[in-house]
């Protein structure tokens, strides 16, 4: 029987056409036209989130964030899916604004501002200007580094970790610590690690860990010396800017002059290995029907709960796609064999993304609360309170999977899982849910952005969990189980049954595609 999609197969075979031959004109996308559309939603459950989740299997949608709680949640819309998206908006009485009108006005609109001239930015940094008043290219972040540890030879070394990405790169981080050259006192230090640019497209990740870098090295922040002295004389603290250097380099490698250069995509999030066919559509010989896609997302890729597929399509060219199988990503493997080990030293992990101002916690692929939740809870509002004191912006701190559906597969809940890392977190950065700019967000607040999340790192720091408060904690619980005894003359069983059951209702409920 003749069908439809027999006459396509055998239309496309006729005329020679292989997926690769078809991407020429779609591999680099633009954004003339694209808009963003903020959408209210009322809970995780919502209708309108399962519509819209369907359109971005489908991909008519992308959604770049969703804040429960705020009951915001952020799409990007090409021109030719415009009309389908707003008619299932609207079939569903949905409320929503256009947040942008045009997403490349708005690119080019910044670096007119900037006064660059599109293809032709000069970033060498040779000038009177700070390094943290710009974005920088991944190659200039790492001669940065290297140039920082070489003034600093007492404290800081840069390493390579071992292994490559898919287009053959070196993931590079940076060892900060006190007396580094004593390599026997350097190696009896736990290890703080810090790592941003897991998502391509979220430049502030890396900028905000070369800012720290700065403050760590005593070049920025000077008056946070003694602090940060005391510090390195008991951790490593270890930061890799860039752990998807191919991504990065490809979302126009921090250069906003380049947004209609046709060898990058400012908006790209994930890694560029390819990943498969469009729907997984192929040809009768092997070829793609309709496309060839390329990524995979690097933050859905780690073997944690992966085989649950909880928070991602199966539709390769979908930005939440998690790959063929956990660790299939060479960037993801690099990292994931490095944090294996150091993970008998691993004091603290911390992810950097963007955006809306979210502190990120476990679990993202379970709505239970984790064992060490109530740690988790006085951190977090330790930090957020830090970051608030700085120049007044407010972060929330949530549990990722009831701020709105369980996710699998992300580097905090594999740190925390699997490393048995107490101290596993992620951090959405600026902008907030009520910024116009989401990936986009202006480098004058780079060194803001960098100067509150010093703070709130030094809070995380602060609060790190020591394997005696185990101890503490069991003899709290003892002494607690005592008095339940006497109060009600019983043996203290459930005592605490309603007393801590909504532990985290202090804690908003937010989330961010992170």
Partial sequence: MITPKLIRILLLTLLG????????SS??????????????????TDVIVDKVKYLESKGAADILAMSSTKGVMDLMVAPEHMSRVLKTLDASNAQYTIQSEDLEGMMIQQAEEENLKLGKFDRTGDSDESFHDDYHSYEEMINRLEALAATHSDKAKVFTLEGKTYQNREIKAIRMTNNINDEEATNSKRIIWLDGGIHSREWIAPATMMYFVDVILGDEEKDRSETIGAILDKYQIVIAPVINPDGYIFSCDGDVGRVQDDDCNRMWRKTRQPAGCLHNEKMWYGGCLFKLCYGVDPNRNWDVSWDTKQGVSDNPCSDAYPGEKAWDQPCVEVVKNH????????????????????LLMPWAYSKDPPPHHDHHVTVGKNVVAAIKEVHGVEYTPVQISTGLYPCSGSSLDWVYDKLKVV?????????????????????????????????GLLAFIHNIYEPDDDNEEDKEDEGNDTEDDKDNGGDGENSDENSDGNADEDVEQNINED
Avoid: W
């Avoid at 056409?17 to 020429?24: A, E, R, S, T």
């Avoid at 591999?27 to 995780?44: A, E, N, P």
């Avoid at 691993?346 to 101002?357: D, E, I, R």
């Fill in 17 to 24: 056409y292989h997926c690769d031959k078809l991407l020429v």
């Fill in 27 to 44: 591999h680099f996308t633009q954004y003339s036209g694209f808009k963003v559309i903020r959408v209210t939603v009322s809970s995780s």
């Fill in 339 to 358: 944090l294996e080990q150091i993970k008998e030293k691993l004091a603290m992990y911390v992810t950097y993304h963007s955006y809306g101002t979210l």
């Fill in 423 to 455: 101290d596993s977190y992620g951090f959405e950065l600026r902008p907030n849910f009520e910024s116009k700019y989401h990936f986009l967000l202006p480098k004058e607040q780079i060194k803001e952005t960098g100067e509150e999340n010093t703070a």
